[in-house]
């Protein structure tokens, strides 16, 4: 490696050499003039300009970023590429960094451990100046290289525990209870939940939120009120197939994310259910998609660009000045009403509470 930069750094000096013989003057003017290092007389530099615009040179990025430990990349992994709530997140990291001048390598880890931990190692390796990453889950060999490595990290959208690091986040649990609470005050009692990983922090805390509501509101849930699965369309199918499966399905389903509440829809739909007129679904994240759903998609909003932007300003300031204290933004997320819950009519709502009463006797 050292034997690569030896003869990268000959390469750079001999096209300095030519840009210094044509403008007349040494390398090192040259080099303060590309690097703006110190105070030029004007006449050089105007000469140094045209003689690097006449000689097409071209500084090697390479070779300064080795020279000044800096390479303007900040790597950014995140579970699944095809999410689009991911998506949008990612947008505001890379949107963010372009705008200061750094430039985003982009990490998919197929919400895989040995993948994640693979792209944190290669990107310590690359020498990106920061990295920020939506976990798969705790891992202990994360936290273990995060440990030995100094580069500058942010945690987005979920939380590693035992990892004391910047991060991103939004109240889930808040969430939770917004979205349940709502279907309480529209008259449903029996309201079930589909959850993502329960390993995620982003996950559990949803559903304690769900749990909470029900809670407050003296409402028991059935055992298998709460679905396990993961945060895809696919879980929300298989889920919303087993609760109206039951003697006593429910009339409202708290999806613990927009693509678990498509997923629900469609299977309910398979079955002869009609969102929201015999069966009211609300989702979490408000991706882009929800409001072009039919129905439209009732749903938790997260600021989903925002999340990426803040996390990208937080870490390249982590990287101008590592003696920060540690810092967490937390936002809280906001209830989207559109179409797809209805409210329970009165007579039906007797039934329920009467059931409702019986369950808790």
């Given at each position: 490696m050292l034997c690569f930069f030896s003869r990268l750094e000959v390469l750079i000096t001999v096209s300095m050499k030519a840009v210094a013989d044509k403008a007349g003057v040494s390398t090192t003017t040259v080099s303060h003039v590309i690097n703006k290092t110190r105070f030029v007389s004007p006449e050089k530099e105007l000469r140094v300009h045209e003689a690097i615009k006449e000689l097409d040179y071209q500084p090697?990025?390479?070779?300064?970023?080795?020279?000044?430990?800096?390479?303007?990349?900040?790597?950014?992994?995140?579970?699944?590429?095809?999410?689009?709530?991911?998506?949008?997140?990612?947008?505001?990291?890379?949107?963010?960094?372009?705008?200061?001048?750094?430039?985003?390598?982009?990490?998919?880890?197929?919400?895989?451990?040995?993948?994640?931990?693979?792209?944190?190692?290669?990107?310590?390796?690359?020498?990106?100046?920061?990295i920020a990453f939506v976990s798969v889950g705790d891992d202990k060999k994360a936290t273990d290289i995060f440990g030995k490595k100094r580069v500058p990290k942010v945690l987005l959208d979920r939380e590693i525990r035992g990892l004391q690091v910047d991060s991103v986040l939004v109240d889930n649990q808040l969430g939770g209870f917004l979205a349940t609470e709502y279907l309480i005050n529209m008259g449903h009692r029996r309201i079930a939940c589909i959850t993502g990983p329960s390993k995620l922090s982003s996950s559990y805390e949803r559903e304690i939120g769900y749990l909470t509501a029900l809670k407050e509101y003296h409402i028991i849930p059935a055992k298998m009120d709460i679905q396990r699965g993961s945060f895809h369309s696919d879980s929300g199918y298989r889920g919303v197939k087993k609760l109206l499966s039951c003697s006593n399905p429910p009339t409202a389903i708290f999806a613990c994310n927009d693509l678990i509440a498509f997923g629900a829809m469609h299977g309910a739909n398979e079955m002869g259910y009609r969102v929201p007129?015999?069966?009211?679904?609300?989702?979490?994240?408000?991706?882009?998609?929800?409001?072009?759903?039919?129905?439209?998609?009732?749903?938790?909003?997260?600021?989903?660009?925002?999340?990426?932007?803040?996390?990208?300003?937080?870490?390249?300031?982590?990287?101008?000045?590592?003696?920060?204290?540690?810092?967490?933004?937390?936002?809280?997320?906001?209830?989207?009403?559109?179409?797809?819950?209805?409210?329970?009519?009165?007579?039906?709502?007797?039934?329920?509470?009467?059931?409702?009463?019986?369950?808790?006797?």
């Amino acid at each position: 490696m050292l034997c690569f930069f030896s003869r990268l750094e000959v390469l750079i000096t001999v096209s300095m050499k030519a840009v210094a013989d044509k403008a007349g003057v040494s390398t090192t003017t040259v080099s303060h003039v590309i690097n703006k290092t110190r105070f030029v007389s004007p006449e050089k530099e105007l000469r140094v300009h045209e003689a690097i615009k006449e000689l097409d040179y071209q500084p090697n990025g390479l070779a300064r970023s080795f020279r000044k430990k800096r390479t303007k990349t900040i790597g950014l992994i995140i579970p699944d590429n095809t999410n689009p709530y991911f998506a949008e997140v990612a947008r505001g990291v890379e949107d963010t960094c372009f705008d200061r001048g750094y430039s985003v390598i982009l990490c998919n880890s197929d919400r895989k451990m040995e993948k994640e931990i693979n792209y944190l190692e290669l990107l310590m390796e690359k020498g990106v100046d920061g990295i920020a990453f939506v976990s798969v889950g705790d891992d202990k060999k994360a936290t273990d290289i995060f440990g030995k490595k100094r580069v500058p990290k942010v945690l987005l959208d979920r939380e590693i525990r035992g990892l004391q690091v910047d991060s991103v986040l939004v109240d889930n649990q808040l969430g939770g209870f917004l979205a349940t609470e709502y279907l309480i005050n529209m008259g449903h009692r029996r309201i079930a939940c589909i959850t993502g990983p329960s390993k995620l922090s982003s996950s559990y805390e949803r559903e304690i939120g769900y749990l909470t509501a029900l809670k407050e509101y003296h409402i028991i849930p059935a055992k298998m009120d709460i679905q396990r699965g993961s945060f895809h369309s696919d879980s929300g199918y298989r889920g919303v197939k087993k609760l109206l499966s039951c003697s006593n399905p429910p009339t409202a389903i708290f999806a613990c994310n927009d693509l678990i509440a498509f997923g629900a829809m469609h299977g309910a739909n398979e079955m002869g259910y009609r969102v929201p007129d015999n069966l009211s679904i609300i989702g979490f994240d408000d991706i882009s998609l929800s409001s072009f759903m039919v129905p439209r998609l009732t749903t938790i909003k997260q600021p989903k660009y925002e999340i990426g932007k803040t996390a990208a300003v937080m870490l390249i300031e982590r990287i101008k000045n590592r003696d920060l204290p540690l810092r967490t933004k937390l936002f809280n997320p906001v209830l989207t009403v559109r179409d797809s819950c209805r409210a329970v009519e009165k007579q039906d709502r007797k039934k329920l509470q009467k059931k409702q009463y019986r369950e808790i006797e």
